[in-house]
């Protein structure tokens, strides 16, 4: 009767080391692929970086160019109008004197209506924004990858789950690191 007693709690002892086991293998693999997931995310962000920023870059590079175009015509129409100096000059009565005004109203008059509203100040400022936004999401996922790495790590490292990492092959990951000197502000002088 021993014997069958003994062999219970062997068989018994067994059965809750592998169960415990399937338990702890399954913890891991489930912790695993939470943090594959979040680098994932992680990258998603970078490719939505890779995407984003030169297709904006573009646009605003575009419209600086077409504002160019638009302020140099500006500048050229208010040269035509300096030249109404000598027609000021050489008005003799106030109805000249007005002539020439109306001449100088019609000619800003046209200078609006050719010429729209200067935007790139708005299509740089969104561009700012953009980048900001693209790196404040970029943070947030590194930030969620470090914690599923963490949460992992801590199932690799905690007794029992240690054995269980050990015999079943599951190693610690690694967290997102900063690149050396990042700690460091940048000198906005050398910006430049």
Not at 37 to 61: E, H
Not at 153 to 174: L, W, Y
């Amino acid at each position: 009767m021993k014997s069958i007693v003994n062999l219970a709690i062997v068989v018994g002892l067994l059965l809750l080391l592998f169960i415990g086991g399937c338990n702890s293998y399954n913890g891991f693999v489930d912790a695993d692929e939470n943090v594959d997931q979040a680098w994932s995310d992680v990258q998603a962000q970078y490719q939505r970086r890779a995407d984003l920023i030169p297709s904006l870059a573009k646009t605003v590079k575009a419209a600086a160019e077409n504002e160019k175009e638009i302020l140099t015509g500006v500048i050229d129409a208010r040269t035509g109008a300096s030249n109404f100096k000598e027609l000021i000059n050489k008005a003799k009565s106030p109805q000249e004197l007005q002539g020439v005004g109306e001449k100088i109203n019609s000619q800003i008059n046209v200078i609006f209506e050719r010429y729209p509203e200067i935007r790139s100040t708005n299509n740089y400022t969104t561009l700012q924004d953009q980048l900001e936004g693209t790196e404040n999401r970029i943070t947030v996922h590194r930030q969620k990858y470090n914690a599923a790495a963490t949460k992992y790590n801590k199932k690799v490292r905690r007794f029992p789950g240690t054995v269980f990492a050990s015999i079943f092959g599951f190693q610690e990951r690694d967290q997102f690191e900063a690149q050396a000197g990042s700690e460091t502000m940048p000198d906005l002088n050398e910006l430049n």
